[in-house]
Each structure stands twice: as structure tokens, then as C-alpha cells.
T-cell receptor, first 112, second 109 residues
Framework: DVKVTQSSRYLVKRTGEKVFLECVQDMDHENMFWYRQDPGLGLRLIYFSYDVKMKEKGDIPEGYSVSREKKERFSLILESASTNQTSMYLC???????????FGPGTRLTVT | QKEVEQNSGPLSVPEGAIASLNCTYSDRGSQSFFWYRQYSGKSPELIMFIYSNGDKEDGRFTAQLNKASQYVSLLIRDSQPSDSATYLCAVTGDYKLSFGAGTTVTVRA
């Protein structure tokens, strides 16, 4: 079974803090993705990576950056957290860029 | 026009009935189609995928694909209260999956 883990289930941060969300997958997948999910807005792609040290912007990259130093690990960074970044953050991995994606359990981030 | 559109919910069905979920997509070049189930507060879970026109059955779930009409559907037979969830349709695009907004299904006992 594919396993995707995320560093925290719940996180509370203050405005202006730097926030790191980490994702690890154990299936040797090339592709990894970060989404946020908000009521009424569905899943929105923030960034994705198709190889180590490679990254591509998704639909809503503003205010975020990513890092992929190892194949199994993909980190999402909020340089200066803002209240409008309060959301559920979901990481996913996939053997192909347009193949089935397997999601981690999600991190519910609250920025106060 | 949204890339992937799902029938608006919520959809309420009695236990034992068939729940029918619909999805249309705009990119005629899409090749792969997926259905995810998401329980409240949880992450999406892949339940079905379909690549060819026609029907694909897996237990109580049947996915149907019609590429000419750019339409994919999911049928849940003998619906159970445990099927109460939001179902997301996902379709391949240029470099990513495009997800629909989801249809929430409630199965009444």
C-alpha cells in the first residue's frame, strides 16, 4: 500500500511566522503535489514536483514555496503566514504526473 | 467554464438504493479518470479509476465513461450509511489532475 505521511495533523501559528509542512512518501514516486482545500473552493494545486530539486507552480503559488531535496520528501513553506492561509493542506504523490494520486492525511493549519 | 464539473449536491438516498454521481469535463484530450471518496475531516481516498469507454465495476461501485460526450459517472449500488461522504471526480490534464468540486452524498438509514 502507498503511504503518504504529513508532519502534523493540526497546527496553530501566528501571523508572520515561518511555517514548514513536510510530506513523506514511501513508494518511490517521482511526482509529489501540495494542495489546499477550502469549503466551497475545492482542491487547489499550490506546487508540484516531478523530480528531486524540480518544482513547478500550480494554480495558487503566491505566498508559498517548496523544497524537494530527496525523492521521498516534499516540503511546503509559508515564508510569512497570514490569516488567509488558514486551510487544510494536503500532500499527494503519484507514479506519473497525470496518474492516480495518493493523499496524505492532511494538515489543518490555523493562522491567528 | 470549469475544467471538471460535478452535479451539485447534496444527494440524499435511502439505504439500499443506487446513488448516481455525474461528472463532465472540458478537455477532450483527457485520458484517465478517477473517483475519490472523502469523509468529513479526512483526506481523499482513491476508489475507482477508468481509462476506456464503457463500464468498470468494483464491488458495489461502477464507473462509466463516455469520451465522446466527455462524461464520467459513478454508481453506488446498495448504498450504505458508510457511503455518506463527498465524492470527487478527477480528470487528467496537461500536467496534473483537475478535480471537480465534489458531490456530497448522504445515505439515510
Amino acid at each position: 500500500d502507498v503511504k503518504v505521511t504529513q508532519s502534523s495533523r493540526y497546527l496553530v501559528k501566528r501571523t508572520g511566522e515561518k511555517v514548514f509542512l513536510e510530506c513523506v512518501q514511501d513508494m518511490d514516486h517521482e511526482n509529489m503535489f501540495w494542495y489546499r482545500q477550502d469549503p466551497g473552493l475545492g482542491l487547489r494545486l499550490i506546487y508540484f514536483s516531478y523530480d528531486v530539486k524540480m518544482k513547478e507552480k500550480g494554480d495558487i503559488p503566491e505566498g508559498y514555496s517548496v523544497s524537494r531535496e530527496k525523492k521521498e520528501r516534499f516540503s511546503l513553506i509559508l515564508e510569512s503566514a497570514s490569516t488567509n492561509q488558514t486551510s487544510m493542506y494536503l500532500c499527494a504523490s503519484s507514479p506519473q504526473a497525470t496518474g492516480e494520486q495518493y493523499f496524505g492525511p492532511g494538515t489543518r493549519l490555523t493562522v491567528t | 467554464q470549469k475544467e471538471v464539473e460535478q452535479n451539485s449536491g447534496p444527494l440524499s438516498v435511502p439505504e439500499g438504493a443506487i446513488a448516481s454521481l455525474n461528472c463532465t469535463y472540458s478537455d477532450r484530450g483527457s485520458q484517465s479518470f478517477f473517483w475519490y471518496r472523502q469523509y468529513s475531516g479526512k483526506s481523499p481516498e482513491l476508489i475507482m479509476f477508468i481509462y476506456s469507454n464503457g463500464d468498470k465495476e468494483d464491488g458495489r461501485f461502477t464507473a462509466q465513461l463516455n469520451k465522446a460526450s466527455q462524461y464520467v459517472s459513478l454508481l453506488i449500488r446498495d448504498s450504505q450509511p458508510s457511503d455518506s461522504a463527498t465524492y470527487l471526480c478527477a480528470v487528467t490534464g496537461d500536467y496534473k489532475l483537475s478535480f471537480g468540486a465534489g458531490t456530497t452524498v448522504t445515505v439515510r438509514a
